[in-house]
T-cell receptor, first 111, second 114 residues
């Protein structure tokens, strides 16, 4: 069964303290892995798509990486405005393009 | 460019009633997907419409239905509401049905069932 697990559930960091969020997945054949950010009271906002192992993408203080079993979202020198829930989703080749979502990691950056 | 809009933003209903939620996608987008988000289950896919046709359906009971109009606007209906239907209902639009890398979400409709 296709599955996505995100860890940790919540992460509290001091401003400037770098860390990583994990998304591990089990799918029959990965078509794509997606990272979204969700602020309270809002819908998810697209961040990255990764398609193959070894691929990396960066945006400001965020960098997403992908292996055959997991993806990491690295946050470098975070600021309070990076506080949000980060969601990971995967799409399998045989899923008719449906996304399978992880439960998310709630990130809190303290000033 | 206007984003995805959803109406109403908040809704309170009682068990047994039915509800209709509306979603207006970004201009030019033809695909609209609906999701249910709860603290316990996370984001769960309900269905996707593309050019007025239901293209995909998640594992939800038949009480959940939807449709898409010729202008790509979409509605979602839930009949015979249950307490467990309380959730944030999100709508997302994309240019093409297979373009999940560029899926834009609306702010959601918060449904509370009493």
């Amino acid at each position: 069964e296709d599955q996505v697990t995100q860890s940790p559930e919540a992460l509290r960091l001091q401003e400037g303290e770098s860390s990583s969020l994990n998304c591990s997945y089990t799918v029959s054949g990965l078509r794509g892995l997606f990272w979204y950010r969700q602020d309270p009271g809002k819908g998810p906002e697209f961040l990255f798509t990764l398609y193959s192992a070894g691929e990396e993408k960066e945006k400001e203080r965020l960098k997403a990486t992908l292996t055959k079993k997991e993806s990491f979202l690295h946050i470098t020198a975070p600021k309070p405005e990076d506080s949000a829930t980060y969601l990971c989703a995967v799409q399998a080749w045989d899923s008719n393009y449906q996304l399978i979502w992880g439960a998310g990691t709630k990130l809190i950056i303290k000033p | 460019k206007a984003g995805v809009t959803q109406t109403p933003r908040y809704l309170i209903k009682t068990r047994g009633q039915q509800v209709t939620l509306s979603c207006s996608p970004i201009s030019g987008h033809r695909s609209v997907s609906w999701y249910q988000q709860t603290p316990g289950q996370g984001l769960q896919f309900l269905f996707e419409y593309f050019s007025e046709t239901q293209r995909n359906k998640g594992n939800f009971p038949g009480r959940f239905s939807g449709r898409q109009f010729s202008n790509s606007r979409s509605e979602m209906n839930v009949s015979t509401l249950e307490l467990g239907d309380s959730a944030l209902y999100l709508c997302a639009s994309s240019l093409e049905a297979t373009s999940y890398n560029e899926q834009f979400f609306g702010p959601g409709t918060r449904l509370t069932v009493l």
